[in-house]
């Protein structure tokens, strides 16, 4: 093989038993990192999403690097570029229907209830609040916060709400 090759026998031993370098064993950490954000997402994010949220970890690291170790691994965000001509697809999931419809008149407690997220900043990055509001009182009726904003941080606030109740 090495004669195929044109190395040397001792060239290729030492190139078998040479450790992996200082930048591959960094890529390999910002690697797990990059599948663990990735895998909290729910799998949408994409490399800009993900350089942003590395960089307010406090990595340093280029939206270049991100995009190539995603890319050489497979790793791929939502695309959220709508084509010419295509109709956008709902986000709202299946046999889910918007009830309210814009009437926000409520004659009795616990029959109409809403939800906002507020990006609140901190000196160790973001935290978002997800709050559930009961249109008769403007009360709170559950909320829920993390350290990224996705659905399972509306679920967790809405079921504090039907706990609540």
Request: with cysteine; glycine share 6%; hydrophobic share 40%.
């Amino acid at each position: 093989m090495c004669r195929c090759l044109n190395v040397s026998p001792s060239g290729y031993y030492a190139w078998v038993s040479r450790p992996d370098s200082a930048r591959a064993r960094d890529n390999q950490r910002l690697l797990s990192r990059i599948r663990e954000i990735h895998d909290d997402s729910g799998r949408v994010i994409g490399a800009p999403r993900m350089h942003k949220d590395l960089v307010a970890e406090g990595e340093s690291i280029s939206l270049n690097r991100v995009a190539r170790l995603m890319s050489a691994h497979g790793i791929q965000g939502w695309p959220r570029k709508k084509r010419r001509g295509a109709r956008r697809a709902s986000v709202r999931p299946a046999g889910i229907r918007n009830h309210l419809a814009r009437d926000f008149s409520v004659q009795e407690p616990h029959t109409k209830w809403v939800t906002d997220i507020t990006e609140i900043p901190t000196q160790e990055g973001k935290l978002y609040l997800c709050v559930v509001l009961d249109l008769f009182s403007k009360l709170v009726v559950g909320w829920s916060m993390h350290h990224r904003q996705d659905r399972h941080i509306v679920v967790r606030a809405a079921e504090m709400a039907v706990w609540q109740s």
